[in-house]
């Protein structure tokens, strides 16, 4: 009989992550994503005033210990963006991790029953899907009040489907394949055979669908705010800047277009991710090596 | 005779990389005559193959080489008169004919492209009469209504031979044939094969034939090249090659490929081919070879003759007689165990089609049961319901005399774990985000052991399947095909089972790869006292596992008996046609 002598060394593939960490474009992505992280981290307690403070005359600009200028109540402009970060980004979080993970449980489910269930599911999500994502949250933070849980409920049920549907379609094919019979055959219950067959076989997508949902989730949050569905009207907010200060951009135009500015950058930086993300896992699937 | 091909000094490599994927390939082809290019999966075969057509894959780049079709060099063309040289000078007929042919063309619509875009014939007639011409070479009908099918309207040899009506339709002078038999049961094979040889002959073309089937190289070629990591190890007439092989690598190769004229024990070699920019710089073969020296691995072995029109790279040729490759796993021994596991007028279908039709089997304990048919004959579907994969049959089971119930999850734990199914293909059968050792304690942890106590087995079992310890903490992505179908096994060893549902566990691997594992699962057999149920298409294979060979076709069993005798004597004609088609080394050298 034969001993087996291992020729040839062959490294373990680097994972997903790593090879995307690897290219140019993920790592401006999440160079950004950490600045404005950090940013809406720290902002609140560098701001110079409260973001409540009136300064100075509304709408005027070169005010001393005012770098930004006063916005249309006379609140400094530079202390509320650097405040009203954090509630954008703490929703659209929440959102994003509530929506995929629902998302991510049920369109395994779908993909595992594949019977009446499946159907069900899937035929709740085109209801879902059936409404434009905005829409949809405005609904129902309109019907109710705009607080944070139910903002956060809304968006993430809008998310829900959406990833459930790209889960579905992963774990569909790895339902099928021999390892997942083997674990059948043995007698694994159904589920642990979802979370610990299938579910690691499906990070890839799960990863790049994460972070193009928190990219939505953060516009859509924003979008909210801006048509006056932020949790408390009165805090500093940057979709709520936005609105407030558009009708003066003319004359001061730090107070609209600074919070512009962070909302794009934002949402470029986790734009640059998933789409890093995107482009590693296209190539993988095509036995590259992902460049 | 004049060459019909001639490849000179071919070398391509990796573009990114410039570490070469074939190199110092010289081959040359009479007309008329059929070379096989012999080789392992990823020795090169198809890229020599495809270089012959002027073209190399995405992130291939030609380095040095010339090849030579009949008079006209391939290579330095220009792209526009490769484009004219292909189809017209040199054609190719790829592996999968369901995926070469346009499935939203008719198969008329598709030979006539071909002869209009090398502009053959001046007028329809002249094509119409050319594509009957082709269709009847091929043994095809030449009907219209025939020309107007789709491909999906055509059985898998019927579409082989459309495609190989295509490559020989401008009337090349060298054609490509890229295993293109390989999806085919043996029956249609041996059509096929026939069809290949007449065409060849008759229009006297160069033929490169490209497999890893040593029996359909005796059936079909004339010479053979051996490649062994990206080198021609050894080359020369069928004959020679299969009676003295001079080079080790070919001598294990003959060694290890089964034969269904002869009872042969299956020798194995472990290891693998070094891939790609991991090749030593010395003889490729020395880190599996059982002679090598410091010479072999210092430097590259030159050519050799051996005899006439005869070459091998080895510079032991000559100076030490190869002691023959002998088994060392004594001759199987046939059982009289206990019935372990009883199959009693077992039905099974998909919805409302059966697919097989009162099945009645025994399996003893300590005994080997090949289970044999083409495709489509139910083999697996039985196999997968006896593993309770497969839930809507009918008749009964019995394991040890209780009786089995229809799914996996409605049997007890023990008998789960008692019967053990091993999947085709190694390459899915094993979930490639955890470790070797994770996927192994499974079945143990299923039976109630904590993780812990399994994984003291773990080591233990690895050894059984002679994988080294080190691999316990290994990922499957680490892993050659061989080396994970041995993880499935001893995955499969873990609990201590009583039967092994084998499925064509085999046939994704090489042959030295196959019967290495043949081996394993035979002393495995001898050792643990295993039953087996062995289900293949590999008849050859049959004879060097099996105790008892169970034939089916179209649902049902048709012979039964001693693997000796059924494939030594069959009495049925549906076996008698079945083995006749099979293509044997030792038959076609008589």
């Known amino acids: ?181 083997a674990a059948t055959a043995l007698g694994e219950t159904r589920i642990r055979i979802l979370f610990s067959e299938v579910l690691p076989n499906v990070t890839g997508p799960l990863l790049v669908e994460v972070s193009l949902r928190f990219t939505y989730s953060i516009a859509t949050i924003a979008s909210l705010a801006f048509l006056g569905f932020a949790p408390d009207p009165t805090a500093a907010n940057w979709g709520t800047m936005i609105q407030e200060n558009s009708a003066v951009i003319v004359i001061q135009p730090w107070g609209a277009v600074l919070p512009v500015i962070a909302i794009a950058v934002l949402t470029i930086g986790t734009g640059l991710c998933s789409d890093g993300l995107s482009r590693v896992l296209a190539g993988l699937d095509r036995g590259g090596k992902g460049e | 005779m004049s060459d019909g091909l001639r490849i000179v000094d071919l070398r391509l490599d990796v573009e990114a990389t410039g570490n070469d994927i074939v190199d110092q390939v010289t081959i040359s082809i009479a007309k008329g005559k059929v070379l096989a290019l012999v080789g392992e999966s990823g020795s090169g075969k198809t890229t020599v193959g495809l270089a012959i057509l002027g073209h190399t894959r995405r992130g291939v780049s030609l380095n040095c080489g010339q090849v030579f079709c009949g008079d006209t060099e391939i290579l330095g063309l220009d792209e526009s008169a490769k484009r004219k040289a292909r189809g017209h000078l040199v054609s190719y007929v790829p592996q999968d004919p369901s995926s070469s042919l346009n499935p939203a063309l008719r198969i008329g619509l598709q030979l006539r492209e071909i002869l209009e875009a090398h502009n053959f014939g001046n007028s329809s007639e002249a094509r119409n009469s050319r594509i009957r011409e082709m269709m009847e070479e091929v043994l095809l009908p030449t009907d219209d209504d025939f020309l107007r099918r789709y491909p999906h309207q055509l059985s898998g040899g019927q579409q082989q031979r459309v495609g190989l009506a295509m490559a020989f339709a401008c009337r090349p002078s060298v054609i490509v044939l890229d295993e293109p038999t ?186 080997c049961l090949a289970l044999v048919g083409e495709s489509g004959s139910g083999k697996t579907t039985v196999s997968r319901a006896i593993g309770g994969l497969h839930r809507e049959w009918t008749g009964s089971m019995f394991f040890n005399g209780t009786e089995l119930a229809k799914s996996a999850r409605q049997r007890s734990t023990e008998t789960r774990l008692a019967i053990q199914y091993i999947f085709q293909n190694p390459y899915g059968s094993l979930n490639p985000r955890r470790t070797i050792r994770d996927s192994i304690v499974r079945p143990l942890v299923i039976g ?123 009495q049925q004609s549906y076996t008698k046609s079945l083995i006749t088609a099979t293509p044997s080394i030792a038959r076609s050298l008589r």
């Open chain 2, 182 to 367: 390989t999806g085919l049961d043996v029956s249609t094979q041996a059509h096929v094969l026939a069809t290949i040889r007449q065409m060849t002959s008759k229009h006297g073309v160069a033929a490169l034939y490209i497999t890893h089937d040593l029996a359909v190289v005796a059936d079909i070629a004339d010479e053979v090249a051996v490649l062994y990591a990206g080198r021609v190890v050894e080359q020369g007439l069928v004959k020679d090659i299969f009676t003295r092989p001079a080079h080790p690598y070919t001598r294990h190769l003959v060694a290890a490929a089964p034969d269904i004229a002869t009872k042969k024990e299956v020798v194995g070699l472990s290891g693998r081919a070094p891939s790609p920019g991991k090749r030593p710089k010395g003889c490729a073969f020395a880190l599996r070879c059982a002679l090598a020296t410091d010479e072999c691995r210092n430097s590259f072995p030159e050519e050799v003759n051996v005899g006439v029109s005869h070459s091998a790279r080895c510079i032991k040729v000559g100076q030490v007689e190869h002691e023959r490759i002998a088994p060392k796993v004594t001759a199987v021994t046939h059982s009289q165990g206990s019935p372990i596991l009883e199959l009693r007028e077992v039905s099974a279908g998909y919805s409302s089609i059966m697919v097989v039709h009162d099945v009645s089997l025994t399996i003893r304990k300590g005994e």
């Open chain 1, 1 to 181: 009989m034969s001993t087996s002598i291992d020729v040839e060394q062959v490294e373990k593939p680097s994972g997903l992550l790593r090879t995307a960490l690897r290219l140019k474009r993920t790592q401006i992505g999440l160079g950004v994503l950490i600045v404005m992280i950090g940013l809406t981290i720290v902002g609140p307690f560098i701001a110079p005033h409260s973001q409540t403070e009136f300064i100075d005359m509304p709408n005027s600009l070169n005010i001393p210990g005012a770098l930004f200028g006063t916005d249309y109540l006379g609140q400094d402009v530079w202390s509320r963006f650097l405040i009203g970060g954090r509630s954008i980004l703490l929703l659209s979080m929440s959102a994003t991790l509530l929506g995929t993970t629902v998302g991510t449980f049920l369109g395994l489910l779908a993909a595992i029953t594949k019977n009446k269930t499946d159907e069900f599911i899937m035929r709740i999500f085109d209801v879902i899907l059936s409404f434009p994502q905005i829409l949809l949250a405005l609904l129902l933070v309109s019907m109710f009040d705009a607080s944070p849980i139910l903002t956060i409920l809304a968006v993430a049920l809008s998310t829900t489907p959406r990833v459930g549907r790209i889960i579905r379609g992963a774990a569909l094919s790895v339902v099928e394949r021999d390892f997942v019979q």
């Open chain 2, 448 to 570: 109630g052991m904590s993780k812990a106590d399994a994984g003291k087995s773990v080591l233990t079992v690895l050894d059984q399947v002679n994988l080294p310890a080190i691999y316990a903490t290994k990922y499957p992505d680490q892993l050659s095909g061989g080396e994970r179908q041995r993880v499935a096994i001893a995955r499969a060893l873990m609990s201590n089972p009583e039967v092994l549902v084998c499925d064509e566990v085999t046939s994704a691997l090489d042959v030295l790869v196959q019967a290495a594992i043949v081996d394993l699962l035979g002393s495995l057999r001898k050792n643990l006292g295993l039953a087996i149920l062995f289900v293949t298409h590999n008849l050859p294979l049959v004879r060097s596992i099996a105790d008892e060979v169970a034939v089916m076709s179209e649902g049902r069993i048709v012979e039964f008996g001693p693997a000796e005798s059924v494939i030594g004597n069959p």
